[in-house]
């Protein structure tokens, strides 16, 4: 699965505003809310779903990327968006390293397995340094979506 494939250019944030966990998936699904793609589903049930999730651990991962997700009853398709921040999102990282990257999803209540593909597809692709380091520089927002559908290499960055 190609995560370019769930995203449009307006399903891509260059520069959230958000400083700190729980107000960046805010952000991210009031702009899913604002901009019509949340059909069916209420923007709280959704908060809801995500803080539910969050509570149990936090979806950052590390290397600077989370993946906050939930289920919902009403959607009928996966829903997502990408979210870049230059400074750094305080979001609670297994690392404890601010997060750059957010990529939320919100997965149909029957599509499980939409669900772990999804995941799988995240974190292979966000795992390769390159790619976080093309998305960091990209300028626009065609730009991110093409590195989100590219292949990437398996080279490892210094640290």
Aim: glycine share 6%.
């Amino acid at each position: 699965m190609k995560l370019a494939s769930l995203l449009t250019n307006d399903q891509v944030i260059l520069d959230m505003k958000a400083e700190e966990h729980w107000p960046a998936i805010v952000e991210l699904v009031e702009y899913l809310d604002r901009h019509d793609f949340l059909k069916g589903e209420s923007k709280d049930d959704v908060l809801e779903a995500l803080h539910a999730r969050e509570d149990q651990i936090s979806t950052g991962i590390g290397s600077g990327v989370a993946i906050p997700h939930a289920f919902s009853e009403k959607l009928d398709h996966v829903v997502a968006v990408f979210g870049r921040s230059k400074k750094g999102i305080d979001f609670e990282a297994l690392d404890n390293a601010p997060v750059n990257f957010v990529l939320l999803f919100v997965v149909p209540k029957k599509g499980y397995h939409m669900h772990l593909q999804t995941l799988a597809a995240i974190a292979k692709l966000f795992n390769n340094c390159e790619v976080r380091q093309q998305l960091a520089n990209a300028e626009t927002r065609e730009e991110v979506i093409d590195i989100l559908g590219s292949r990437p290499s398996r080279t490892h960055c210094e640290r």
